[in-house]
């Protein structure tokens, strides 16, 4: 019988280290509160208002309480005031204070809370999840999504065998408008399909979101730093996501995958430049191609248009946009009142403008939505938000990983997600409004307070990884020692 010598050569055998009960709850409700959010319009299509308000409800104190345990635990996730992203809380702030003067006040009321809510469970995942927790976690909640959409794709073409309305409402007899439809089924027939989101332009978004996430995992699984992650996976996955995003066809996305593909050219350009001289050229060139860019875009705008399937009023968005800006001009300082998106059984909103004889719930762009709810003011609010997360966002992805003199640490692949995010985000915000709600603010506020509270992955308290008086890391858990 083996005996344990009582001089071992060797440290004494042990289970590796495992994550306790409580931080995979936390991880699991991170994972809830972004499907909850991403996936907003499939809850209220299945629960409808009363439901989707519950699940809001119960959602956000689920995240208020298990932070409130990780205050009182004094776990090392503290919330660092001070580098909270207060350019973005002043515009849920400012959106507040428009009750006072809002011309739609109840609207108001309603879509600040769902604003609030979305903020806390932001800042709720930036401070409890690493970069590599937060990355996870939004592949989780993609795949849930692109299983989800397939599935209900394929329940609704084989099973069903006709369109599916909202709530599951039987079908009644007589023509129903396309646009009521939760799915129309329309998976093997080559039209335009809309998954479990029930809008086929938020599934190509989606499918977009996660060819970027599941792109960045699996240069991490090449490169040896996401152990345990199967890259055959992922390869399917992503082969998942671009074959739904082909079928939702949605031009803004198009538009958005190419931006993407140009600013990982320049990150990736601009990471092998090895001196002040060839950044600087880098920056040139970027300009001119970006220049020549916008240029040829603009003076083939017809032939483009045509190519994306879009008429000269871009599907009626001219038509939107003239109607919201004579609105806005009559309160150009500070706006008709925040209300985002429109509730569209208010009378303000209520047929004002209208699309195949349903309500418009936004401006289809958001800056225009932005000036007609909170003015100038709230304009500029945003307009200072997404630059300062832009710019963080650029440098955190191109400048080297460096707390000494070593400027020889590799590059870190996670970095590269924030500025690819937001440069799908900035062009989505032409032709759409979602950026300022829903997954397009959860997204701005979790990656600005992320990248202002954790400017280098993994390392710092918050990433688990402390550092020591001599530069080096020593695990999380192991024991100071003193440095000469």
């Not at 794709?153 to 408008?177: C, M, Q, S, T, Y």
């Not at 939760?182 to 499918?207: E, K």
């Not at 199967?230 to 995958?257: F, K, P, Q």
């Not at 004889?357 to 225009?368: C, E, K, R, T």
Request: charged letters at 15%.
């Amino acid at each position: 019988m083996a005996l344990y010598t009582k001089h071992p050569v060797a440290p004494r055998p042990s289970a590796p280290p495992r994550e306790t009960t409580g931080h995979l709850l936390v991880r699991g409700v991170s994972v809830l509160a972004l499907f909850g959010v991403f996936a907003h319009t499939a809850v209220y299509n299945l629960l409808g208002v009363a439901g989707a308000a519950v699940v809001l409800g119960v959602m956000t104190a689920g995240v208020v309480a298990l932070w409130v345990v990780a205050i009182v635990r004094r776990m090392p996730t503290r919330l660092p005031w001070r580098r909270l992203p207060w350019t973005a809380l002043g515009y849920v702030a400012f959106a507040l204070l428009s009750l006072l003067w809002s011309r739609w006040p109840a609207a108001t009321a309603l879509t600040w809370v769902l604003l609030a809510a979305v903020t806390v469970s932001a800042l709720f995942i930036a401070t409890m999840l690493t970069w590599q927790e937060v990355v996870r976690a939004l592949a989780t909640t993609l795949k849930l999504i692109l299983g989800l959409s397939l599935a209900i794709e394929l329940w609704v073409a084989l099973v069903l065998r006709h369109p599916l309305l909202p709530n599951f409402v039987e079908k009644p007899e007589g023509h129903i408008d396309p646009h009521l439809y939760w799915v129309r089924g329309n998976l093997f027939d080559g039209g335009q399909i809309q998954g479990v989101v029930g809008n086929a332009h938020t599934l190509a978004m989606m499918c977009l979101f996660a060819l970027i996430v599941f792109g960045v995992l699996l240069a991490d699984r090449f490169r040896g730093t996401a152990k345990g992650r199967r890259r055959g996976a992922l390869v399917v996955w992503m082969l998942l996501a671009a074959v739904l995003m082909v079928r939702a066809d949605s031009a803004t996305v198009y538009v958005s995958a190419v931006v993407a593909v140009a600013v990982l050219a320049a990150a990736l350009a601009m990471r092998a430049a090895t001196g002040p001289g060839q950044r600087r050229t880098v920056y040139l060139v970027v300009a001119a191609v970006g220049a020549a860019g916008v240029l040829a875009a603009w003076l083939l705008r017809d032939r483009l248009l045509a190519i994306l399937g879009k008429g000269s009023d871009l599907t009626g968005r001219l038509e939107i946009w003239q109607r919201v800006w004579q609105r806005a001009q009559e309160r150009p300082v500070a706006g008709h009142g925040f209300s985002s998106p429109w509730v569209p059984w208010d009378p303000a909103f209520d047929g004002w403008i209208e699309d195949h004889g349903l309500s418009v719930f936004h401006a289809h762009d958001m800056w225009l939505d932005v000036f007609l709810q909170l003015g100038a003011i709230g304009v500029v609010l945003m307009a200072v938000a997404w630059l300062a997360l832009a710019w963080r966002a650029w440098f955190f992805a191109v400048d080297r990983p460096r707390w000494d003199l070593d400027d020889q640490r590799p590059y870190a692949t996670v970095s590269l997600l924030p500025t690819l995010l937001v440069a799908v985000l900035l062009v989505e915000g032409i032709a759409e409004s979602a950026p300022i709600m829903l997954w397009g603010w959860m997204l701005l506020v979790l990656l600005s307070f992320k990248i202002k509270t954790v400017p280098l992955v993994g390392v710092g308290l918050s990433e688990r990884t402390p550092l020591i008086g001599d530069g080096t890391l020593r695990p999380h858990g192991a024991p100071p020692r003193r440095v000469p």
